[in-house]
């Protein structure tokens, strides 16, 4: 049967996972993470494409992006691992593959969701088995530039987070007011079974108009009642 298609529409933002083969770690030293995130911009640069978030973890990648053309995503992120495979495997003399294959990704509904998307990514290191106490400690992640304004060259602020204020100070200050409080648990399972399984994360209404202007499924349809019920028979 063959796979469909990746639900992409220009403009609007998608949260994509990007894991090594086997879960198997592909950064070892700071060089390797400073390598590919040099690649990620040229490849975004260069396929139009705007990070707004990131981390970069031991075995995978989370990122928040959006495209400005259908193919964008796909080509920028063929281009960074065909750069980075080489120069891994060049340095750890290695041969072979170095991903899982297709990258994960989810569009998301800006409006409701793309915040806590933010977060979700750079709360990454503390929720990994408490790598760091705190998103700021870690160095491979966007949450230095978006909560503090250290010079990030890759990052593109979203619409959504420059309204947080009028000032870069007041963004800033506002963007670190969300990491008091916890994502909820349902909240952040709703996030990984999206990007999981490549549905669309968003409100009702938002995954409505998606549908409408994609013309198929946005999420997992309701699956049939119990069949003995009185509902299931027509008896009620």
């Known amino acids: 049967m063959p796979r469909l298609s990746r639900f992409i529409l220009p403009g609007q933002p998608q949260h994509v996972i990007i894991r090594g083969n086997n879960r198997d770690p592909v950064f070892f030293a700071e060089e390797d993470y400073r390598f590919y995130l040099e690649k990620l911009k040229q490849a975004c640069d260069k396929h139009r494409c705007d990070v707004h978030a990131y981390v970069l973890m031991t075995n995978h990648v989370h990122l928040l992006i959006t495209p400005h053309t259908e193919q964008g995503i796909g080509k920028a992120i063929q281009m960074l691992g065909r750069y980075y495979v080489q120069y891994f ?29 933010y977060r979700y990514i750079e709360i990454n290191p503390v929720r990994a088995g408490g790598m760091v106490g705190h998103p700021s400690e870690y160095p491979w992640s966007s949450y230095r530039f978006n909560a503090l304004g250290e010079d990030a060259p890759l990052v593109v ?63 997992p349809r309701a699956r049939g009642g119990d069949r003995k019920s009185k509902a299931h028979r027509g008896d009620i």
């Open 89 to 117: 495997n060049y340095n750890y003399n290695r041969t072979g593959t170095l991903w899982e294959g297709r990258y994960k990704a989810t569009l998301i509904d800006s409006e409701n969701y793309l915040l806590t998307c």
């Open 157 to 219: 602020p979203h619409e959504e987070y420059l309204r947080l204020g009028t000032s870069p100070a007041e963004r800033q200050a506002a963007y670190r007011a969300l990491f008091k409080a916890h994502i909820p648990d349902k909240t952040l399972d709703e996030i990984r079974e999206a990007t999981n399984k490549a549905w669309v994360l968003g409100s009702g209404f938002f995954k409505e108009k998606i549908e409408g202007q994609l013309n198929r499924p946005v999420s």
